[in-house]
Structure formats: structure tokens, C-alpha cells
């Protein structure tokens, strides 16, 4: 949302509930069916909400847009990732085979050397604490949800009343 729409949309909300108040202490007794109707035909709050709703629903669709490109983006990087793999690892079997140690071009050099030693382990639970990292416990707020719901007390915890949220549904 621009800082423009944000400006008239406060304007605007700010002008129509002054239009209400005037209305309401000009017109002590009118019902709350003609003021709505009344602040409808003299205010543009209505079609500045409609606006912005339309605005985050092209938000919403370019959202999921943008999540359908990443996932088909991530899913061709991991074949690409794999197809490097393979090419690196082709080149690796036959430069062993050929007993070729280096290969040397303009535009890059290549050559086999021992790595490192990699670790392996072969079974997690015969190795010593002292080689475990201790992990902060994590609150399990679903559990902690359904727990109050059902009815258990629960210390430190409570369910507290419903917000208010923005519902909009488009066809």
C-alpha cells in the first residue's frame, strides 16, 4: 500500500466519522439504518475500502504467483544441482581410470586430490554426551491450544477472546 492510499484512507475515515458525529448530535433520533445509508451517499470510505481490498487480493494472486515460480525454481535448481553432481563425478571416475591428475584449459584447471576425512557415524547412541550440543526446549503451542480447549488448566496459559479479523472471499 502506497503512503498515498494509507494519507486517503485516513482522510477519508477521519472525514466520515466526523460526518457521523455531526449527524448523530444534529439528528438525535435518527436510526442507525439512515445514518449507514446517510454517511453511504455523502462519504467515499466505502469505495476506498473496496480499493484496497481489490489491492491486496492482486497482492494475494501475485503471492501465489510468486510461490508457484519459486517452487518450480527450486525444484529446477535441485535438477541442476544433480546434473552437477553426476557430470562432476563422471569426469572424477574417468580422470581416476586414466590415471590423468590434472587438466589444464584456458578457462579452467581441474585436478584430483585427497579430501579430507569425512565423518560417518554408525550409530548415534553409542556416541558420548560430550559430543552432543544440548537444544533449548521448543513450546509446542498446538498441543498447548487443543490442551486449553478441551478444558485442562494449565499454568501460565490461558485462552483469551477472538480478535477481530478481515474475512474476504473472492470468487
Avoid at 96 to 118: C, I, Q
Amino acid at each position: 500500500m502506497t503512503a498515498q492510499e494509507v494519507s486517503d484512507l485516513a482522510s477519508t475515515l477521519n472525514l466520515h466519522l466526523r460526518l457521523r458525529t455531526y449527524l448523530q448530535q444534529q439528528y438525535a433520533d435518527l436510526d442507525d439504518e439512515t445514518l449507514a445509508d446517510t454517511l453511504e451517499g455523502i462519504s467515499d470510505l466505502r469505495e476506498i475500502l473496496t480499493q484496497v481490498i481489490r489491492s491486496a487480493l492482486e497482492d494475494e494472486v501475485l503471492l501465489s504467483a510468486l510461490s508457484t515460480r519459486l517452487s518450480d525454481m527450486k525444484a529446477r535448481q535441485a535438477r541442476l544441482r544433480l546434473r552437477l553432481d553426476k557430470k562432476r563425478k563422471l569426469v572424477q571416475r574417468a580422470m581416476l581410470e586414466a590415471n590423468v591428475k590434472a587438466l589444464t584449459e584456458g578457462d579452467f584447471s581441474a585436478f584430483l586430490r585427497s579430501a579430507s576425512p569425512a565423518l560417518e557415524v554408525t550409530s548415534e547412541d553409542k556416541i558420548p554426551l560430550s559430543f552432543w550440543k544440548p537444544q533449548p526446549p521448543v513450546l509446542d503451542r498446538h498441543a498447548l491450544l487443543e490442551a486449553l480447549k478441551s478444558g485442562t488448566q494449565i499454568d501460565g496459559a490461558s485462552l483469551m477472546e477472538g480478535q477481530t479479523q478481515l474475512c474476504v472471499r473472492s470468487r
